[in-house]
């Protein structure tokens, strides 16, 4: 006999469309189906895939994810993760976690939300591995972030958007009335100390809030904006998996990544908490 969907994604059944026709689904022992006919296995691991069309090709290959869930691990980035709990709406009962990849800021967010329920969204099926298995209350779902989100109008209370790319069109339509967006992004100091020290690093564009901004004004407003900012002193090794957990592992030689020293690198992100118009 089949083991049940995990309830985590049973959970949000009611709220999740098929990615072809956008009917509702429905769950048939692992399995979930919509009426036109088309049917969407979960794998083994927990997770749904909904994506549609050829494999996904970007998000973390399994040494990335590998990498991310043990830099993740150390506790490196719990300050990150205090801040977003802290800034995040205590009132938010469906979390919507996109390009979440392992899962970590939406299980954080989840124990100091104890009524809320969280999906996290990657297309790294690697990442989901771990992201289904990250907190009880929290499932794993793949679909493309620059698509129609396989989600109802109106399914989220809170969508989660963590060094992830953005579709502001697709967080308004899914969000509540009176729902937030939560975006975290590296300012141009992060990692400072790693990028002028590995070449082939990938660089941070300058004009990043500025675009954010063109992005989410004529949908959201800003209600809190806060720096989380600190120096983080990492061995060699956190220092490998801190590269490696990053689109710059597809552009850094092996030899550089094991060349790198014990040191100290500075932590600098933005966090901002916007409410839909």
Request: with cysteine; proline share 8%; glycine share 8%.
């Amino acid at each position: 006999m089949s083991r049940p969907a995990p309830a985590a994604l049973t959970s949000w059944l009611e709220a999740l469309e098929c990615p072809h026709c956008h009917h509702p689904l429905r769950s048939r022992e692992r399995t979930l189906h919509c009426p036109s006919g088309h049917s969407f296995d979960l794998a083994r691991a927990g997770y749904v895939s909904l994506l549609t069309g050829a494999p996904a090709t970007s998000g973390d290959d399994d040494a990335m994810a590998r990498a991310r869930e043990g830099f993740l691990a150390t506790g490196a980035y719990a300050p990150l993760r205090a801040a977003i709990g802290d800034l995040a709406p205590h009132t938010a009962g469906r979390v919507l976690d996109i390009g979440g990849g392992t899962g970590y800021y939406l299980a954080g967010l989840l124990d100091e939300l104890p009524q809320a329920r969280g999906l996290g969204v990657d297309t790294s099926v690697r990442a989901l591995r771990f992201a289904a298995r990250a907190h009880q209350r929290a499932a794993a779902a793949a679909w493309d972030v620059f698509t129609r989100f396989p989600l109802a109008d109106g399914a989220a209370d809170l969508v989660l958007n963590v060094f992830a790319p953005r579709n502001p069109s697709e967080f308004a339509r899914v969000l509540a009335p009176g729902g937030h967006l939560l975006v975290v992004r590296p300012t141009t100091d992060h990692l400072t100390e790693l990028r002028d020290a590995v070449p082939g690093m990938v660089g941070l564009d300058p004009r990043k809030e500025e675009r954010l901004h063109e992005a989410l004004d004529p949908l959201f407003t800003t209600e809190e904006v806060r720096e989380v900012r600190f120096p983080l002193a990492v061995s060699a090794a956190a220092a490998r998996d801190l590269v490696a957990m990053t689109p710059s592992a597809r552009h850094v030689a092996p030899e550089t990544l094991e060349a790198l020293p014990d040191g100290t690198v500075t932590v600098s992100v933005l966090v901002s908490l916007h409410r839909r118009r």
